[in-house]
């Protein structure tokens, strides 16, 4: 678990910072009870990707790859934001220069309030037209036939994330990219930083603090790797006070 000091270092360059961008992966889900993808029970360890998450899948079997969105969605809709989620949003009311950026399809964020986020990998409560590019949003959890048809032309609908393989949204993508350059800080925050290019977010920071109970690739990288669930770490250097200065990196401790 995450020290005082170590919180208190945190939070002094977090005082230090005028603008603050943060990238969430599945890891802030977790205390909500939201599988993550390549952890302990982890959803990439029992289903495969390529026959669930990619445009070749849905061309070959739509109706197995929706009803494992709608089983997703069902997962999601029993369960509720967590702390972690909540001190996201109350920083973004409370901060004009902030960032949100997901690589979450679950839509907890705007469920705990975050207004302005910036989804990378889309979102699984939106769906679109893979004929004529109609987009709707809903929250059902089931439909009389799969894939549901296009309400326009009549083609398949499918649900609007990115699959592997599919480029990010361009427009997403460049705004994520001019957030973190302009951010004099990045919180990294439960992602296992695998997979690009969200990932490369990471090394385009100035400064970076990383929130996950476990360590990653980008653990020894970064200004701090504070070790601990978002949903505890979060609320304690969010809310908590400012402190005197600091820049990044932060000064090694001397004995
Ligand atoms: P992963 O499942 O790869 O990693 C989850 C990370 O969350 C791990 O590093 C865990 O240690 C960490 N974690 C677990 N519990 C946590 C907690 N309570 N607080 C903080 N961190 C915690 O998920 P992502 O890195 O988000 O893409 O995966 C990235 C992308 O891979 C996903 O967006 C998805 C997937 O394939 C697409 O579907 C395109």
Not at 48 to 77: H, K, M, N, Q, S
Not at 80 to 95: S, V
Not at 222 to 249: F, Q, S
Request: proline share 9%; with cysteine.
């Amino acid at each position: 678990m995450v020290s005082e000091r170590e919180l208190a270092a945190a939070r002094r360059l977090l005082a230090a910072a005028g603008s603050l961008a943060a990238l969430t992966g599945a890891g802030v889900s977790a205390e909500s009870g939201v599988p993550t993808f390549r952890g302990p029970g982890g959803l990439w360890r029992n289903f495969r990707p390529e026959e669930l998450a990619t445009p070749e899948a849905f061309a070959r079997d739509p109706r197995t790859v929706w009803e494992w969105y709608l089983w997703r969605r069902g997962l999601i809709a029993a369960t509720e934001p967590n702390a972690g989620h909540r001190a996201l949003a109350a920083w973004e009311q409370q901060h004009e220069r902030f960032t949100l950026i997901t690589q979450n399809v679950d839509g907890l964020h705007d469920r705990a309030g975050s207004r302005r986020i910036l989804k990378l990998h889309g979102d699984l409560w939106q769906e679109r037209c893979s004929g004529c590019g109609y987009q709707r949003r809903n929250r059902a959890l089931a439909y009389p036939a799969l894939p549901p048809p296009c309400p326009d032309c009549g083609a398949p609908l499918r649900p609007s994330v990115v699959w592997f393989g599919e480029p990010l949204p361009r427009m997403v993508w460049a705004e994520a990219e001019r957030a973190v350059a302009q951010a004099d800080l990045l919180l990294v925050v439960g992602t296992a930083a695998q997979v690009y290019p969200a990932a490369g977010l990471v090394e385009q920071a100035r400064c970076a603090i990383e929130v996950n109970p476990a360590s990653t690739p980008f653990s020894s990288r970064v200004a701090l790797a504070l070790t601990g669930p978002a949903g505890e770490v979060l609320p304690a250097l969010l809310t908590g006070g400012r402190d005197k200065i600091t820049t990044c990196p932060p000064p090694i401790p001397t004995a």
